[in-house]
């Protein structure tokens, strides 16, 4: 038999959904690979050779070493990350979205794009507020999958990448893919007015052929957890950080200590107090979970 590379689609039932050039092989993992591995299994993104055992279906010899790893959703070998926030319903919450970017920091993956979904229900969204993720390094797109508008500067980031679109649930992740393309026919779900959040109708991660690359639809999720940094290493997560150097100490938490210049630039309004209030309020929580 010849050995054939794919990439993992989707993981459904035990069952590893790998395109192979222009069809999908439905394979099984070679008994001796499930032994000794500590990593949870493949994922969506996964890259592996295997061999065909009939036209459709296939077993996975050997799987490649991943580039990267979103934790949760779990997804591997991603070239870019959006994430995905709405400008109302649900408002957006700067702690909310700077959790978001750290977790898309830890990941690994080098490009990160802010998209806010729904900006035809938001009537005075500050600009200052979108700025200021401008301001910390991230594109950030402003678009509504209901008008139609902007998803042509989202179209050509998603273009040629693999793309990952998580964010909280309510959003409007699969309502961005079906405006993009609506052969992807992706379940919608409202927001529910009880609770002010979105319900979860993704159920799974799974890549989609776009644009010469692939998106990923995932579940959304109204909590998550910063299980995967110390909290020293934190500050690395908010990159504008990087500009405000001259600490008196080293290292330096950049909160509690004297003559700290990220202090000094959060108060002189040089850096953004609502990114360092969510730097606070993240570390703390990192040094809670420590104790």
Same mark, same amino acid.
């Given at each position: 038999m010849v050995a054939e590379r794919g990439r993992i689609l989707k993981v459904y039932n035990n069952v590893l959904h790998v395109a192979a050039e222009d069809v999908i092989i439905l394979c099984k993992l070679r008994g001796k690979l499930k032994k000794g591995r500590s990593d949870m299994g493949l994922v969506p993104g996964d890259l592996v050779v295997f061999e065909r055992i009939s036209p459709e279906e296939g077993v996975i010899e050997q799987i490649e070493e991943r580039t990267n790893l979103l934790q949760r959703p779990r997804v591997a070998n991603l070239t870019q990350i959006v994430i995905t926030v709405a400008a109302a319903s649900p408002d957006p919450h700067p702690l909310v979205v700077s959790r978001f970017l750290v977790l898309a920091e830890l990941s690994g993956v080098r490009k990160i794009v802010l998209c806010v979904n729904k900006m035809d229900l938001c009537s005075g969204i500050p600009e200052e507020f979108l700025s200021e993720y401008e301001a910390a390094?991230?594109?950030? =797109?402003?678009?509504?999958? &209901?008008? /139609?508008? /902007? =998803?042509? &500067? =989202? @179209?050509?980031? =998603?273009?040629? &990448?693999? !793309?990952v679109l998580a964010g909280p649930s309510g959003a409007g992740k699969s309502s961005l893919l079906n405006a993009l393309d609506p052969a992807l026919a992706l379940a919608t779900g409202a927001v529910s007015e009880k609770i002010g959040r979105g319900r979860h109708t993704t159920r799974r991660a799974e890549l989609l052929p776009f644009a010469g690359g692939y998106v990923v639809d995932t579940p959304g999720f109204t909590q998550q957890e910063l299980t995967e940094v110390a909290p020293e290493a934190l500050a690395h997560c908010f990159p504008e950080f990087?500009?405000? !150097? /001259?600490?008196?100490?080293?290292?330096?938490?950049h909160s509690h200590e004297p003559d700290c210049a990220v202090k000094a630039a959060a108060a002189a309004g040089a850096l953004s107090r609502a990114r360092h209030d969510a730097y606070l309020a993240l570390?703390? &929580?990192?040094?809670? +979970? @420590? +104790?």
């Open positions: 390094g991230y594109p950030v =797109l402003r678009v509504s999958a &209901e008008q /139609g508008t /902007g =998803l042509d &500067e =989202l @179209r050509q980031y =998603l273009a040629g &990448e693999i !793309t990087s500009a405000h !150097t /001259g600490c008196r100490f080293t290292p330096c938490s570390l703390t &929580e990192l040094q809670l +979970k @420590r +104790k």
